[in-house]
């Protein structure tokens, strides 16, 4: 439907939260932890987009292994789908790599799943679902 948000991996959220805000002029609208991700993210809203910052908080999550790997930087693209089991079954039937078997509960109030990177020319790409 459309990008819901641009995933930025940074090193340390509240420094990266004044670098946006001043960037913006105008300040983050939440913070929210995803224990299950190993995850810290602020989200500020851009017109019908929004950025989330994602500081990891395991040293074994994606995004520190990212940040180690990569450095900071985006790292994914998320895209609005209206029904998030039948967008998998559709992409995996035309041969992406789902990352998870269900749809997993994420930030901001949102059911995703995740394509690998492999299989969508190196772009980590999340759909997500509002949940109502
Ligand atoms: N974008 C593009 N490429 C990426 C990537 C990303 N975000 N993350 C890893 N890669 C690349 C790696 O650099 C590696 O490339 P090379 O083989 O060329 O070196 C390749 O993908 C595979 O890497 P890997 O070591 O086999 O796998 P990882 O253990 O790094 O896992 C991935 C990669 C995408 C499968 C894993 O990060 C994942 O399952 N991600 C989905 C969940 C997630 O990202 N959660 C955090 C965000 C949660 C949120 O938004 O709330």
């Known amino acids: 439907m459309k990008v819901e948000h641009i995933g930025i991996a940074v090193k340390n959220l509240a420094a990266s939260n004044k670098l946006f805000a001043t960037l913006f002029n105008q300040e983050h609208y939440k913070i929210e932890s995803v224990a299950s991700e190993g995850v810290s993210t602020a989200f500020f809203q851009c017109g019908e987009t929004k950025i989330e910052l994602l500081e990891a908080t395991k040293e074994d999550s994606a995004i520190a292994k990212f940040i180690e790997k990569r450095g900071e930087g985006i790292h994914h693209i998320a895209f ?19 990352l998870n078997a269900e749809p997993k509960r994420g930030a901001d109030n949102k059911m995703i799943c995740f394509l690998h990177p492999k299989s969508t020319n190196g772009v980590l790409i999340e759909l997500c679902q509002s949940i109502k």
């Open 80 to 98: 609005e789908v209206e029904d998030i089991h039948a967008e998998m079954k559709r992409l995996e039937g035309e041969g992406y790599r789902i």
